[in-house]
């Protein structure tokens, strides 16, 4: 694991010395796509059972609607916020690395029951690639919105930080996937076309990427301003793009001069999780992120139950989905007499 840790540090060190201009493109390009080819080596278990492959997670089965992680350094409130939302008891204290595993929460909100885990080590162990960080990382990658937690004292490059750690484990933030087409190819080399100017990319640049995939014959077609990364993403995929959050807490200590520079972040919320400030606010900003669509059934012979609903998100709401999400809840199988209403609204 050091080598491969290694091999990213002179990578890195690498790009920061090369001076950005049309010349290097081509061999940045090459650089990021080596790059992301060792994080993903980082992510995949190396021994069997070593556990933490994608989407397995740690000790926390999916419970619930919708699952909501909270990441950031210690002690900028995390369980402090987990205990309020929740009323799941976290050990709190005020020195740093409080949260030895990862602690689930419930919340119940609008009549969905939302998860919401503390997943420790995303920044002190990940990077390292040490077992129990690859497996927060993929339960980070299981979770429906990101929180991630800041502190209002601290300097804002922690977010940064953040970001930059949870982009190198293919976790994309309050991004849409690249609109760029791919295509594999038997022959004919490698094809670039574009519908717009292109300030990032070139042929040469694509083709460099395109080698260190082995790939020598494909079809790049452009409908946007992309990025080398951009193109890397689509080429690895496996890229997780999930709506995040970045909760300012402890807003409690620092002016209102200073709030109002916070206020510009985009994709921000302001809280103080001791003083159980703006929580509501917070609830209401996750629940506009989850993007969950409520669903309510009706009892034969009787009202809608409008207090327990059927909760699918937004993206999958056919009925089918709706089907699926009751039968997984209920075990539900059809039996003889059952009577199922389905009204379509016109
Ligand atoms: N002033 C202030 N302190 C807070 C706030 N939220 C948490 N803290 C304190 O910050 C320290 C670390 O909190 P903790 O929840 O353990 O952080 P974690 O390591 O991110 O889980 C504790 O002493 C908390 O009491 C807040 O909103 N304002
Ligand atoms: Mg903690």
Not at 44 to 70: H, I, N, Q, Y
Request: net charge neutral.
């Amino acid at each position: 694991m050091a080598t491969v840790m290694q091999k990213i540090k002179d990578i890195e060190d690498e790009m920061a010395r090369t001076q950005k201009n049309k010349a290097t493109a081509h061999h940045l390009g090459l650089l990021k796509a080596k790059l992301a080819k060792l994080r993903r080596e980082l992510l995949t278990p190396t021994s069997k059972g070593g556990g933490g492959g994608a989407g397995e997670g740690f000790d926390v089965t999916k419970s619930g609607d919708a699952r909501v992680g909270l990441v950031g350094f210690p002690s900028v409130g995390k369980s402090t916020l987990l205990n309020k939302l929740t009323g799941t008891f976290s050990e709190v204290a005020a020195y740093e690395f409080t949260t030895l595993t990862c602690i689930p929460g419930v919340i119940m909100y609008k009549g969905a029951k939302i998860q919401l885990l503390d997943l420790p080590g995303i920044i002190e162990g990940a990077k390292d690639g040490k077992g129990r960080g690859r497996q927060v990382i993929s339960t980070a990658r299981t979770c429906n919105v990101i929180l991630i937690v800041l502190d209002a004292i601290k300097p804002i490059t922690h977010k940064r930080l953040i970001e930059k750690e949870l982009e190198g484990f293919g976790i994309r933030l309050n991004k849409t996937p690249p609109n760029l087409t791919f295509r594999r190819k038997d022959k004919g080399g490698i094809n670039f076309t574009s519908t717009v100017t292109n300030t990032n990319l070139d042929l040469e640049t694509v083709k460099a990427i395109c080698s260190e995939y082995r790939i020598h014959n494909a079809d790049v077609s452009l409908r946007y301003d992309a990025t080398a990364d951009d193109l890397i993403d689509v080429i690895e995929g496996s890229r997780i793009y999930m709506p995040c959050i970045y909760v300012v807490n402890k807003i409690d200590q620092i002016t209102l001069e200073e709030l109002e520079i916070l206020d510009k972040l985009p994709h921000y919320c302001p809280i103080s999780a001791h003083l159980e400030w703006n929580l509501d606010g917070l609830l209401e900003m996750i629940w506009e992120y989850l993007d969950l669509v409520r669903i309510y059934t009706k009892p034969k012979g009787l009202n809608p139950d409008y207090e327990d609903p059927v909760i699918v998100s937004s993206k999958k709401k056919t009925v089918e989905d709706f089907c699926n999400r009751i039968h997984k809840d209920m075990e539900h199988e059809l039996e003889d007499e059952d009577v199922v209403q389905i009204i379509k609204k016109v």
